[in-house]
Every structure is written in C-alpha cells, then in structure tokens.
C-alpha cells in the first residue's frame, strides 16, 4: 500500500450506465485520501496508445446523471497479447501509475488479472456491464438501468402486440446469460422468458407453445436472451413459422438501445459504493480483487471467481413468470 501514490481509472468493454457514477467515486476518494488520479481513455487501448489523462476533483462534476461514460470504453484486442500488455505497463510506468481500478465485464476483468499477475500491479475491478453475468457479485453497475429500458420498451410492445393479436419475440443482451431476459419478463408482465440457462434442458419454445401459454390472452410477449446457438430472437420466430404457423409473430431486437439512458437511483448508488470501496481496497492492502455486492454487503471477490458466470438462474423466477401468466 505504501507505494501507491497514483491511481489509473479505466472503462473497459460493453458501456454501462452508473460508469460515470462509478469514475466520479473512484476519483473523488482517492483524492479525499491524498491519492493522485489519472484516468485512462478508451480502457486498455489508451494504455497501450498512452491516452492518459489527469482527473481532478472537478474533471467528474455534473456526470453522475449521464450514461456512456466520459473515459470511453473499447474492446481491445491488442491487450490480449503479451506485446499489448508490455506497452500497456511502459506507458503506465511513464505515466508514474501505480495501481489501477478497472471497471469492465468479463473480457475486462479477465484481461486485468492476466496484466496484474505478469506485472505484479496492484489492480481492483469494478463489476460494469448491463449483462449482470459476473460471479460473486448479487449486481453489476449498469444491471438496473438496462432492466428499466427493457421494462419501458415491452411496456410500448404491449399497446401494438394486443391490438393486432400478435406474438412478440423481444430479444434482449446478456452474452448468453438470461438475467436481462427473466428479470425483465417479471418486471413488464411478459408472458415467458427463454434463457440460455435453460437451453440444454429443455425446448423452452415446444414447451411454451404446448402448455398453451395464450390460453386466456390473444397476444403475448416473450422475452428472449440473444444467444447465437440459437439464433435468438429471429431462430425463434422462424421456428414459429415452420412449426407452429398459426401464430403471427413479430420480432423486436432491443440491442444497444438498452446499453444507453441515465443510470437509475440503484445504479448510481451501487457505483458510488463500489467507487469508494474500490479506493479502501487499496489501503487495505487488497490486490487483483473485484468488489461485489452481497446481500447488501461489500465483498472482495478473487478474478477468477468473477469472471466464472456460475450464479445459474433462479428457477424460482422461472416459475413466477409462468404462475403470473396465466
Ligand atoms: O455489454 C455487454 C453486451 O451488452 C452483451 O450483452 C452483448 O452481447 C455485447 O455487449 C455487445 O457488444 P458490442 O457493443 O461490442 O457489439
């Protein structure tokens, strides 16, 4: 702890609404604690390129209402390249930073222990991504807000698909993770969810369609998870209209839509608190942790256990879905 005088802040991968939030409470603690903050543009590439910036108190006013984030965020490929990550610390080294906060999905984090172990950087990440698909942590920065844009969007979908009778795909992001999709259906009373969870187990769409899920209603709508094995929310339209051709069915994709917008009240809170923990981590000697969130607890979470998607669905949502569609 003792040599680390310089703090990096970095956005990395899918942005997030509450990124901003996030960065204004890494900064502001660091320098309520003496600290030196730099922020890092574009995540890993602005390593690698040096697009380093110095971050003052005032450099985060007036950002914790706005979604995307002020650093920029990239998916960088150079990164995952010994030589990538050898630039990354010659310019962190000139940059005279000594430990980093990252705040990414997976990708990010996964990329952030490879960088700390090769280098021996002290490096804390931050859980940033709408997917909420990072182990250990009950939410990820970005989570909320996505939920609230899907729950407005079926909200809208609703007035169409019961005018015209129709059957709705919403398809929804999280990288193979069916979170967006089955918190999303409970939250906009959508009639089913079909998640990638779920997908070796069972046709989630014969079964569906079996139990007669428009016993009582004319139009229906289902979320779907995007998932490339099955081609998501078109491979299950095209399905319907093979198999079960009396529907009319429509597709909606609501794709980066749900990435953008003002991050909820839940959202900002959570990244300001992940913010200042992110900064008492390093005091407290932590290295190569990401902080999570439990049961309204702050925990420290070893990458590899983040970055391994093991939190499963909750079955028990599954059910309610059904039970509230009837
Ligand atoms: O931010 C995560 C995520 O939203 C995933 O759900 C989605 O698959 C991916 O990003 C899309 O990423 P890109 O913007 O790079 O196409």
């Known amino acids: 702890m003792e040599q680390i005088k310089c703090i990096g802040v970095l956005t990395s991968g899918g942005d997030a609404p509450g990124m901003n939030a996030a960065i204004r409470a890494v900064t502001r603690t660091a320098i309520y604690h003496g600290f030196t903050v730099k922020g890092i543009r574009r995540g890993y590439k602005g390593l690698i390129t040096g697009d380093i910036v110095g971050m003052e108190s005032q450099s985060v006013s007036n950002i914790i209402q706005l979604g995307g984030t002020i650093l920029k965020s990239a998916r960088?490929?150079?990164?995952?390249?010994?030589?990538?990550?050898?630039?990354?610390?010659?310019?962190?080294?000139?940059?005279?930073?000594?430990?980093?906060?990252?705040?990414?999905?997976?990708?990010?984090?996964?990329?952030?222990?490879?960088?700390?172990?090769?280098?021996?950087?002290?490096?804390?990440?931050l859980p940033g991504t709408i997917d909420n698909d990072?182990?250990?942590?009950?939410?990820?920065?970005?989570?909320?807000?996505?939920?609230?844009?899907?729950?407005?969007?079926?909200?809208?979908?609703?007035?169409?698909?019961?005018?015209?009778?129709?059957?709705?795909?919403?398809?929804?992001?999280?990288?193979?993770?069916?979170?967006?999709?089955?918190?999303?259906?409970?939250?906009?009373?959508?009639?089913?969810?079909?998640?990638?969870?779920?997908?070796?187990?069972?046709?989630?769409?014969?079964?569906?369609?079996?139990?007669?899920?428009?016993?009582?209603?004319?139009?229906?709508?289902?979320?779907?998870?995007?998932?490339?094995k099955t081609g998501g929310a078109i491979g299950l339209a095209e399905r319907v209209k093979k198999e079960f051709p009396q529907y009319d069915a429509r597709v909606t994709i609501l794709g980066h839509l749900q990435r953008g917008g003002s991050p909820t009240s839940l959202d900002r809170i959570l990244a300001s608190r992940l913010g200042e923990a992110a900064i008492e981590a390093f005091m407290e000697g932590q290295r190569n942790v990401m902080i999570g969130v439990r049961n309204s607890q702050l925990v420290y979470v070893p990458f590899s256990k983040a970055i391994r998607h093991n939190k499963g669905i909750n079955r028990t949502y599954l059910d309610l879905v059904k039970i509230l569609s009837i």
Do not use: W
Request: with cysteine.
């Open 134 to 228: 990072l182990g250990g942590t009950d939410a990820t920065i970005g989570y909320d807000s996505a939920l609230n844009t899907i729950m407005e969007a079926v909200d809208k979908l609703r007035d169409t698909a019961s005018s015209h009778e129709r059957l709705f795909f919403v398809e929804v992001m999280g990288h193979t993770a069916g979170y967006l999709a089955l918190n999303g259906a409970i939250a906009s009373g959508a009639e089913a969810a079909i998640v990638p969870e779920m997908e070796t187990e069972v046709d989630q769409l014969a079964e569906l369609i079996n139990n007669g899920f428009r016993k009582s209603k004319n139009s229906a709508i289902v979320l779907v998870a995007e998932n490339p």
């Open 76 to 125: 960088c490929k150079e990164f995952c390249t010994p030589e990538g990550r050898k630039l990354a610390y010659e310019n962190m080294q000139a940059a005279g930073i000594d430990a980093l906060v990252v705040i990414g999905g997976d990708g990010s984090i996964k990329g952030a222990g490879e960088f700390a172990s090769e280098y021996n950087i002290p490096v804390v990440a």
